[in-house]
């Protein structure tokens, strides 16, 4: 397989085409997928047995994701005001990419912080004691580069790594140094029931008023505006809550539309138009709204995936 | 790892200063929830650059408090080097960096890391919108950021709440880059300008922290690190106040939405724009007074003689 | 017969000419009477300085200078190096030394320690121009040019004749023992450049050092650690003020064909921009001290400059020192 570049390589027309079908009512996607419908994959959790917590996904396009968590006593060592740093570390590595291209560090930048958003209390959760607690690892490793952003298949395996996670049973008193349990079916959950679930962060794009999840690499070639949207919730049955939102490069295809605009005909203005400029704030409201009852599904169907492994 | 080409420290490394007590924090005036700071913008400080610009955020600043100020230069639109790829309009890239003294605690490194590589992307991703990059095939159009001081806030989020420092940073060096960007005489549909707004905890006045019913949290605009409070959520967002669009949003921290009472979101987002609609009133200033100071120039060269002859 | 019409004359506009032919474009100002370098400077002009200190709010010494369109903002930060057990004792030490650092350790027991601040590292200077000050220094791994920039500044700072930093205001003592250092680094950016950063550089770091304040810091007994008072700030113990002065020097008679001209005289550039530090291969260098005397001199890239022009460039040094030394004084 092709390594996938970093622009789009589609023609002016093809770009056109497509953005002028998505931009119907009803929209017509390529793969004929109604707006907030996913591409079909398959999960699975507690694959690798040496770690705390890990799981599998593989999406439809072939775009592969393994997700290891480990974790390590530590020693806490507090900052002068007192907070917890460093506790977590997390590793993203996209096969066939350097470690500081912008794609692993946006990937990076946006689990970091969706996983310890204030709400989330999942640091308290790491302490074992005053003085030691829980350094965790969480390895993140996109095996075969998905053809489209793989921003949403990298969160939802995190997700079920985290949730399948477990931590060995503190036997020892509170003020001695941490001893534990080696039976391992007595040790803990990560994510209890009373917790707030992991987050997921879902990639969602607008082409004129319609909104879509999920998108594909063409699609994402033609979108006035990609937002990366996280939601937490403490159960799947609830309406989720956005914990972070983050802008996305967008549209780079239209942009090599732009030049050739002028010979598209009518189908061109509408690309010039949308090639450059931001989106209304009502555009962006929207995609919110949106992401929020669809994040409510995927929630339902991550825990589809959790029971159906107990 | 040393790096051999600068001059390093001590091998076995050095540690931040470790105060006995807590040093005084010098205290803000407090500041009304909708109350902006005020800015200074120029544009053309770096003459090598094709344009430039410097930003300060507060300016005047209280004595002994810390402050935003950052630089920008951009160079192009220029060839790419032979070895790109052809392309149909200009690469923009920006590449933001901290100085080592910019910080507090420990002085930061010369190698980019990678809060400074996601500003980076952020950073062309609010920009590249509002360049008529297809005005320029087959160029490069850099931009470069050093950050030369900050407000601090730049610890990441914790349980106590999300830090805006970095957002400060990111809306700072939007609207600095625009200006340079303006300054370099190149193509835009509309400038773009940063704001911030949080959604903040105040403890109240004369209040126990520990009290059972926490106060509403209020939309602030502009915060700063150095306000105190718990911040619930923060935004920033890039926006094109000629045109009415965002062309960034970043938000950190957890928002309520409509259908579990007020919408914080649209709150937040709305508060960040009213505070770049405010600053693209200062970012017009600084490109007017640059507008004016060049058709002066070209009027003195009409009327000015020549050169040394050359023969 | 008629003769042919003479081709118009191939003319340019003085930015095209500057740009094909930078060295005769040079000569040409310095042929006009009287003398004018492109930025209309007389050959022995010095750019004004403006020097601000304390400006930034991390750094516990700062200064922002500008001379022309060269500008660099430098920042002190300190932190401690703690030594082992044992290690900052001063009776019954060993110390191994490579054979070149033999002699700096005598003249340091001599007078007050330069070979400490070498051998420990305390001091930790740094030149960064990849921050878009020009066009031809990119973001990255620091250029040759900003490597031997940064280790001429480095140099000046340590030497025994400028003997700029004391290492007693270094040390952190107990018991007559030493406990700990302040490292001092020492980072200059460049925010604008436009020829001659070193002078402006050094004058950078002269200022952001005496505007330097650190707290007072203590052994403290029972944490086995070093701590700073809050409260309480001290200023650097710095020795005497020293200025540098650079030049380029070129001959009016170096055509780019070498063709050798009559009268051809050696002009002196004191302060050269970026463009005449492109066409000038022989500079000078000459660092002064406190009193006029000279503390260094650098000199390469040519034989133009003789025992003369060396003697004139030492004293435009002097006077430029006095430019500095005000500057900065009113400034700190």
């Known amino acids: 397989m092709a390594p996938p570049t970093s622009t789009t390589l589609i023609s002016p027309a093809e770009l056109s085409y497509l953005r002028s079908s998505l931009a119907l009512n009803p929209p017509i996607r390529p793969d004929a997928r109604s707006p907030t419908q996913f591409r079909p994959l398959v999960a699975e959790i507690d694959i690798l047995p040496s770690t705390n917590g890990s799981a599998r996904m593989i999406w439809g396009d072939g775009g592969e994701c393994v997700v290891g968590v480990k974790v390590e006593v530590e020693p806490t060592e507090l900052t002068a005001d ?56 969480i390895d993140i490793l996109l095996i075969t580069p998905p053809l489209s952003h793989p921003g949403t298949l990298l969160s939802l395996s995190t997700n079920l790594a985290l949730r399948s996670t477990r931590l060995p049973r503190l036997t020892s008193e509170a003020d001695e140094d941490p001893m534990f349990d080696d039976d391992w079916d007595a040790s803990v959950p990560l994510y209890q029931a009373s917790n707030q679930l992991p987050p997921i962060t879902l990639l969602v794009l607008s082409v004129g008023d319609n909104i879509f999840f999920d998108p594909t690499k063409e699609e994402l070639a033609v979108a006035d505006c990609v937002l990366a949207v996280s939601l937490a919730t403490n159960s799947a049955k609830d309406t989720p809550k956005v914990i972070g939102v983050r802008t996305l490069e967008s549209g780079s295809g239209g942009i090599v539309t732009t030049a050739g605009a002028k010979d598209v005909g009518s189908g061109g203005a509408a690309v010039e138009a949308t090639s450059m400029g931001g989106v209304k704030r009502t555009v962006v409201k929207k995609i919110i709204k949106e992401s929020l009852s669809v994040g409510k599904e995927v929630f339902g169907s991550l825990q589809g995936v959790v029971d159906a492994n107990h | 790892m040393t790096d051999r080409r600068r001059i390093n420290g001590p091998s076995d490394g050095t540690t931040p200063i470790v105060y006995a007590g807590v040093p005084k924090a010098k205290q803000l005036p407090p500041r009304a929830p909708d109350a902006l700071r005020k800015i200074f913008l120029k544009t053309s400080l770096t003459p090598p650059a094709t344009g430039s610009s410097f930003l300060e955020l507060p300016s005047p600043a209280p004595a002994g408090t810390p402050t935003l100020k950052l630089t920008a230069s951009v160079y192009g639109p220029r060839p790419l080097p032979p070895s790109a790829p052809f392309s149909p309009h200009a690469r923009l890239t920006a590449e933001l960096k901290f100085a080592p003294f910019s910080t507090p605690h420990k002085r930061r ?11 980076s992307v952020q950073l062309q991703n609010a920009l590249v919108k509002s360049i008529k990059t297809a005005a320029y095939p087959k160029s490069g159009i850099d931009i470069f950021i050093t950050v030369l001081d900050c407000e601090g806030g730049l610890d990441g989020d914790d349980d106590d709440g999300v830090e805006v420092g970095l957002m400060n940073v990111l809306a700072g060096a939007i609207t600095c880059a625009s200006a340079a960007v303006a300054d370099a005489g190149i193509e835009c549909v509309d400038l773009v300008s940063g704001g911030v707004a949080a959604l903040v905890r105040r403890a109240p006045a004369g209040g126990d922290a520990m009290d059972v019913d926490l106060p509403a949290p209020v939309v602030v605009l502009d915060p700063s690190p150095a306000d105190g409070g718990q911040v ?52 017009n200033e600084a490109v007017k007074e640059r507008l004016l100071l060049g058709i002066a120039r070209s009027r003195l060269k009409k009327e000015g003689g020549g050169d040394v002859l050359m023969s | 017969m008629e003769s042919p019409a003479p081709a118009p004359a191939l003319s340019f506009p003085p930015q095209t000419f500057q740009k094909l032919s930078p060295s005769s474009y040079l000569l040409r100002h310095l042929q006009a009477t009287p003398p004018t370098r492109p930025s209309g400077r007389s050959p022995s002009a010095f750019r004004e300085p403006t020097v601000h200190t304390n400006s930034l709010s991390h750094a516990h010494g700062s200064a922002v200078v500008r001379t022309g369109d060269t500008a660099v903002v430098c920042g002190v930060r300190a932190e401690i190096l703690s030594l082992k057990y044992g290690d900052g004792k001063s009776q019954g030490r060993v110390t191994v030394l490579r054979s070149n650092e033999d002699e700096e350790l005598m003249n340091d027991e001599e007078d007050g320690g330069e070979g400490e601040l070498r051998s420990r590292n305390l001091i930790v200077t740094n030149l960064e121009l990849g921050t878009g000050c020009s066009r031809d220094y990119h973001p990255g791994p620091p250029s040759d040019f900003a490597q031997t920039t940064t280790s ?181």
Not at chain 3, 185 to 206: E, F, P, R
Not at chain 3, 284 to 300: D, F, P
Request: glycine content about 10%; proline content about 2%.
């Open chain 3, 152 to 332: 001429r500044l480095h140099r000046l700072i340590l030497s025994s004749t400028s003997s700029l930093i004391s290492p007693s205001s270094l040390r952190i003592i107990h018991d007559d023992e030493i406990k700990a250092y302040w490292v001092l680094y020492i980072d200059v950016l460049c925010i604008s450049l436009d020829g001659n950063v070193l002078d402006t550089a050094w004058a950078s770091i002269i200022a952001a050092l005496r505007s330097t304040r650190l707290p007072r810091a203590f052994w403290d007994a029972d944490s086995e650690s070093v701590l700073c008072d809050p409260e309480m700030k001290l200023g650097l113990q710095l020795g005497p003020l020293c200025f540098t002065a650079s030049f380029g020097v070129v001959s009016t008679g170096a055509e780019e064909d070498g063709e050798e001209q009559d009268g051809s005289k050696v002009v002196i550039l004191s302060d050269p921009d970026e463009f005449e530090e492109g066409v000038c291969e022989e500079a000078v260098m000459i660092c002064i001290r406190e009193g006029g005397t000279i503390a260094r001199i650098e000199k390469g890239g040519g034989l133009l400059c003789g025992m003369e022009g060396l003697g004139e460039c030492v004293r435009m040094a002097r006077s430029r020192y006095e430019t500095w030394e005000k500057a900065v004084r009113d400034a700190v």
């Open chain 2, 109 to 119: 490194g010369y190698v980019r890391d990678a809060v400074e590589r996601d500003l």
């Open chain 2, 232 to 283: 619930v959520s923060a935004a920033v967002v890039g926006y094109m106040a000629g045109r009415d669009e965002v062309t960034l949003l970043w938000t950190k921290g957890a928002m309520e939405t409509a259908d579990q009472g007020g919408d914080e979101l649209d709150l937040l987002m709305d508060g960040a724009i009213t505070t770049a609609t405010a600053v693209r009133l200062v970012l």
């Open chain 1, 82 to 137: 007192g907070k917890r740093k460093n506790w977590v570390e997390i590793g993203v590595e996209v096969q066939g990419q350097r470690d500081d291209d912008p794609l692993g560090v946006f990937l990076g930048m946006t689990v970091t912080e969706s996983l310890l958003t204030p709400s989330s209390t999942l640091t308290e959760r790491l302490a074992i004691t005053s003085r030691f607690h829980w350094k965790m690892y």
